[in-house]
């Protein structure tokens, strides 16, 4: 190509300040290798041709970003790769993910024989793009906080010190793909761990993150379905109990400590308790504990095991005002891939975890907007600026970047091939209008643990945007104007 394509979207409306713009997106990304370029990045459009969308009813926002992946790479390709996790990510919408240490060998900076190899799981990740190859969205990780993951001893902080940014503002960094959190995420981080962690984050910076969650027996949440099902339960207070342990630990050093997938009433109660006293905590949740209840279980069966469990349906609407005030920053995926034959197992030997990346938003949407609990721009929010902001920067402001942006008769022009900062510019084109059915066959993730198949939705990302450039595309060809136009 003489000019690089581009796809402009006219019509579209700013999620957070409802103007209505035009927006120019050049298509291909630099750099993006030829595997990646084989798989299929735009469902509709040929990358070689310019086009104009009517994009009236579509929403123009900054890139969702998960502080909460599993992408299995390495030591369990056959669940998910670093590839297909990622093209998941793009078509969900996302631009930005934190990816947990719970690989096999873990992500704990030490290179450790494995068969015939050696491999450091922390630099296999962080180096994972080599040899020309580029990914569809950007990733930082998540080292694990004790040694092999076995709970026992800390992970010194020399072995991933090395790999944090200078700066938390990762874009403004030539270290691609830092290490800017530390959780043992599977499990909680034990006693005997914990506080080697907390002296490591008080000297270096880094985010504690940890799964909120420890339990020797039971498969799901105690209750009337537990019994019903003849399986054996976990009580809501196991989460209590960490949860209160790490706002202790958050008090008593002043270290910012995050709280991954809240599930119950009583951890959102000491939550808001903790954040009305001033203690550095911040917290997520998961589309399924918006979205369903431990008496789903019987019905979906292993798609609905968990960890944390689903909890009761008065859990449920507790996490859901908890977003709604507040209390609850923002939303995270879990996104677990098991294969098919982990998730046959009965619920007592099947593997916790669901994948969600490509069905968050329009979970979330129905669960939380159509039923009334916040509307769409504090949805967004909770999906995009407030991951962001833990992550240690700051999600694209698009009404900044249309104050330097070019101006028509009608309305203004945001034209991402002649903006300031192109490299920093992460969006996402939402239809929150057309119906479609889930369809987990359908995915790009490898895996198709999902307990949301089938369900009839009206939300989805259409569009993603990483550095400039269009990352991934679904725009319908219904909506094409004219093509090979001139571009305004």
């Avoid at 409306?13 to 290798?33: F, K, M, N, S």
């Avoid at 019903?228 to 050093?253: F, H, M, Y």
């Avoid at 891939?337 to 998730?343: D, G, I, L």
């Avoid at 197992?345 to 069905?359: K, S």
């Amino acid at each position: 190509m003489s000019e690089q394509s581009t796809i402009t979207l006219r019509g579209i409306r700013v999620w957070d300040t409802g103007e209505i713009i035009d927006v120019i997106i050049p298509q291909l990304r630099d750099g993006y290798a030829q595997e990646a370029q084989s798989a299929p990045i735009y469902e509709h459009v040929e990358r070689e041709q310019s086009v104009e969308i009517d994009a009236s009813g579509l929403t123009l926002a900054p890139g969702f970003e998960d502080p909460h992946v599993h992408f299995r790479d390495p030591g369990q390709r056959d669940k998910e790769t670093m590839q297909t996790g990622s093209l998941a990510a793009a078509f969900g919408g996302y631009t930005h993910v934190l990816i947990m240490p719970n690989t096999e060998p873990a992500m704990d900076g030490r290179t450790v024989q494995v068969g015939d190899q050696q491999i450091n799981a922390l630099e296999y990740v962080r180096q994972w793009e080599s040899n020309n190859y580029s990914l569809p969205v950007r990733y930082s990780v998540c080292v694990s906080a004790s040694l092999g993951r076995l709970s026992k001893s800390a992970t010194p902080a020399q072995y991933w010190q090395q790999y944090m940014p200078q700066s938390r503002d990762e874009r403004q960094l030539a270290l691609r793909h830092p290490v800017i959190a530390i959780s043992d995420d599977g499990s909680a981080i034990t006693d005997t761990v914990l506080p080697d962690t907390i002296a490591a984050a008080q000297r270096t910076g880094i985010l504690v993150v940890d799964h909120c969650e420890h339990h020797d027996t039971g498969v799901m949440n105690a209750g009337q379905t537990a019994n019903k099902l003849g399986v054996p339960g976990i009580d809501q207070r196991t989460e209590l109990k960490i949860v209160e342990r790490d706002i202790a630990a958050a008090r008593d050093s002043g270290v910012p400590v995050h709280l991954q997938h809240i599930s119950t009433a009583l951890a959102v109660e000491a939550i808001r308790q903790a954040k009305a006293q001033g203690i550095p905590i911040t917290c997520e949740t998961a589309p399924h504990y918006v979205a369903l209840c431990d008496e789903d279980v019987a019905q979906l069966g292993t798609a609905a095991k968990m960890n944390p469990p689903l909890r009761s349906a008065q859990d449920r609407t507790a996490i859901r005002a908890a977003l709604a005030d507040g209390t609850i920053d923002m939303i995270a995926t879990d996104h677990a891939p098991h294969t098919a034959q982990e998730k046959a197992q009965d619920l007592l030997h099947a593997p916790n975890g669901i994948i969600g990346l490509e069905t968050a938003f329009a979970v979330c949407y129905q669960a939380l907007v159509d039923a009334g609990w916040m509307d769409e721009q504090a949805l967004i929010h909770a999906m995009s600026v407030a991951p962001a902001q833990l992550m240690g920067h700051q999600a694209t402001d698009i009404a900044a970047l249309l104050n330097t942006s070019a101006a028509c008769a009608t309305r203004r022009v945001l034209d991402l091939r002649h903006v300031e900062h192109p490299k920093a510019v992460d969006l996402v084109v939402l239809d929150t209008h057309t119906p479609w059915t889930i369809d987990a066959h359908s995915f790009h993730s490898k895996a198709r643990n999902c307990p949301f198949d089938g369900w009839q939705v009206h939300a989805r990302a259409v569009a993603t945007i990483i550095g400039s450039q269009l990352a991934s595309s679904r725009i319908s060809p219904t909506q094409q104007l004219m093509p090979n136009s001139t571009q305004a």
